[in-house]
């Protein structure tokens, strides 16, 4: 019984010795400061971008004989409304030139007159209002331009009656004779007056005659 009763005491001994141990670790473990352990956060790491090559990198194709290279588009400024074109006068034609004698042929009573012979010859009057003029200047020209005859006109002392010779009754008169024989196959002529033998500027309109192969006898007569 005494036996019994030592056993029971030790197991409440150890029992109690046992709780106090515990406690004892727990008032120990909350007298120590808690350490309380950071994680030290490591810095995120960005990765760096991957170097593009940049246009200078890239080597330009040289442009080559068959492949020009094509040149750089530049734009260009329409206009919003379209120029007008400057106002342009018409060239007025020249006037026309005056001359100072007229020519007279062609009227029923001068022209060309056939004759029976191979006659070339051109004969007429050179008049003013008043009387036939003298010492104005004629001259026939060829086809080719070169001088087949010239004269100067005559005045009335040195006029001819013509009789039965013109093809014109009233073409009796003359103050100018030309010989064309010279100028025969070197149509068709020109005659006209000019202001001398030296100044050949024609003072009236340039009248064509045309003799043929057979020839003839024209009658021109020039007046103011």
Not at 20 to 40: E, F, K, M, Q, S
Not at 84 to 104: E, G, I, N, Y
Not at 124 to 151: E, F, P, W
Request: aromatic share 8%; net charge positive; charged share 20%.
């Amino acid at each position: 019984m005494k036996r019994n009763r030592i056993l029971i005491l030790s197991a409440i001994a150890v029992v109690i010795l046992a709780l106090l141990a515990c406690d004892t670790g727990n008032l120990i473990a909350l007298n120590r400061p808690t350490v309380t352990r950071t994680r030290t956060l490591r810095p995120t790491f960005t990765p760096r971008p991957a170097a593009s090559p940049t246009p200078e990198d890239t080597p330009t194709p040289k442009a080559t004989a068959t492949e020009a290279a094509s040149p750089t588009p530049t734009k260009r400024a329409t206009a919003t409304t379209a120029p007008r074109p400057a106002a342009t006068k018409s060239p007025t034609a020249p006037p026309a030139p005056q001359f100072l004698f007229k020519v007279r042929n062609n009227d029923g009573s001068h022209g060309k007159c056939e004759t029976g012979a191979p006659v070339f010859q051109v004969k007429g009057r050179i008049a003013d209002a008043r009387d036939y003029v003298a010492g104005i200047h004629i001259v026939l020209l060829g086809a080719d331009g070169k001088i087949v005859a010239q004269m100067d006109s005559w005045g009335r002392e040195q006029m001819n009656p013509e009789w039965g010779v013109s093809c014109f009754e009233e073409k009796n008169m003359y103050n100018y004779q030309l010989d064309a024989t010279a100028g025969r196959g070197n149509e068709p002529m020109k005659l006209f007056l000019t202001r001398s033998a030296t100044d050949l500027t024609p003072i009236s309109p340039p009248q064509t005659l045309t003799f043929g192969e057979k020839g003839g006898r024209w009658y021109v007569d020039f007046y103011q």
